[in-house]
């Protein structure tokens, strides 16, 4: 049996979708160890994992619903740069004591690819949401075509990083964050649904999402017979009350049964709810998603995928740059409808339009189910120990 050392940035759109293959590995008799940092550590835990708690904590809360902007580019390489500085020696000196078969590294957690290489063992990157390769760059779809390459920020920022590789004479690529292909993918996103998916060799084993027993084993009823709108805006960029109240203004006198996960804000900033719309700062979404009849999300892949697993049809309300682009994805492919229009009127039009979509829907829920999931993550990994 196998011992697989997991690294990842404690962000919950990265380590959830890993938490299932982790569940597997262990079932099939492998050790799991999981770096990350102390907001995501439960998860992994719960799944089967010894935890390794890394002192990481979330990137900054940067405003990028309008484009993304070279500042914030470099803000977050700061970040990034930052975090390994402290989080790499706990990952060296617990890993060169416990020495792990393969490390398997979320693709932005460069971290991960430098223990690899300093062990000289396999590495793999764990891809959440599009894929990169040699031929195409998601950063590329996300920047918009005023982005300043040469803002003065962003090159010092970029210089940093070189200096820091540089001090890693064991780096295969001292490329950590841009260029990098790993020599093995697991992409948490079916083929047909990433972007260039022609490019993309047997490198990539795009397996598409899977669900862990916790999020089976969560249970959600409906309190009426009229069909489920379940509406979130993720666990980042959720603070929009105005938009909530939209939505109250929109469904109050529709037939439907309208579940709201609006996070930390109070639900008393959004009035008097009528009795078929109900507002939670969390909501078992893959439950509810069983029952619900449309989805209104904000086009994070995560969400998306689940959607798709269950057949929902959605409408999107992206927020940055990558839930723009998985929402464009999304409307190309005839599955999902995104919001143009955030009055009450304009929210009734889309959820209406988004009906449309479910035969559409309900053949790439087929197409998503069928991808392999964690048991074909397993599967890929397991070949490694064999090399």
């Not at 890993?95 to 430098?114: K, L, N, Q």
């Not at 990539?204 to 999020?215: A, I, K, N, T, Y």
């Not at 959720?238 to 996960?261: I, K, T």
């Not at 994805?329 to 009450?344: I, N």
Request: charge should be negative; proline fraction near 9%; hydrophobic fraction near 45%.
């Amino acid at each position: 049996m196998g011992h697989f050392a997991f690294v990842s940035a404690p962000a919950a759109g990265h380590v959830n979708p890993t938490v299932p293959l982790v569940e597997e590995l262990v079932r099939r008799g492998h050790r799991v160890s999981y770096a990350t940092g102390p907001a995501t550590a439960a998860g992994p835990a719960e799944a089967g994992a010894t935890p390794v708690v890394l002192p990481s904590e979330l990137p900054p809360d940067l405003d990028a619903r309008g484009e993304f902007t070279a500042e914030q580019l470099a803000v977050t390489l700061n970040y990034f740069l930052d975090d390994a500085e402290v989080s790499f020696p706990v990952l060296a000196a617990h890993f060169e004591a416990d020495r792990p078969d393969a490390v398997c590294y979320d693709s932005v957690t460069f971290t991960g690819r430098m223990l690899a290489n300093l062990l000289g063992v396999p590495e793999v990157a764990l891809v959440p949401t599009f894929a990169e390769n040699e031929r195409f760059s998601a950063t590329q779809v996300y920047l918009p075509p005023s982005f300043d390459h040469q803002h003065p920020e962003l090159v010092a920022a970029i210089g940093r990083m070189a200096k820091f590789a540089s001090g890693f004479s064991f780096l295969d690529d001292p490329n950590l964050m841009f260029g990098h292909v790993a020599p093995m993918s697991v992409v948490f996103v079916p083929r047909s649904f990433q972007l260039s998916a022609e490019t993309f060799d047997d490198r990539f084993h795009f397996v598409g999402p899977s669900l862990g027993s916790r999020q089976e084993a969560e249970q959600w009823s409906p309190r009426t017979d009229s069909p489920v709108l379940l509406i979130s805006l993720g666990t980042v960029f959720n603070s929009r009350p105005e938009f909530y109240r939209a939505c109250v203004e929109a469904f109050a006198d529709e037939p439907w049964e309208v579940v709201m996960s609006i996070g930390d804000l109070d639900p008393a900033g959004l009035g008097p709810l009528p009795a078929n719309i109900t507002a939670h700062p969390r909501v078992p979404q893959v439950a509810v998603l069983r029952h619900a009849s449309v989805f209104l999300s904000h086009a994070g892949m995560n969400s998306i995928m689940e959607s798709l697993y269950h057949g929902v049809p959605f409408v999107t309300v992206p927020q940055i740059p990558e839930q723009r682009a998985i929402a464009a994805r999304a409307a190309e492919l005839g599955l999902g409808v995104t919001l143009e229009d955030q009055t009450p009127a304009g929210l009734r039009a889309a959820v209406s339009a988004a009906s449309a979509n479910r035969a559409a829907v309900a053949e790439m829920s087929q197409v998503v189910r069928s991808s392999g999931g964690a048991p074909a993550a397993a599967d890929a990994l397991e070949k490694l120990l064999d090399r």
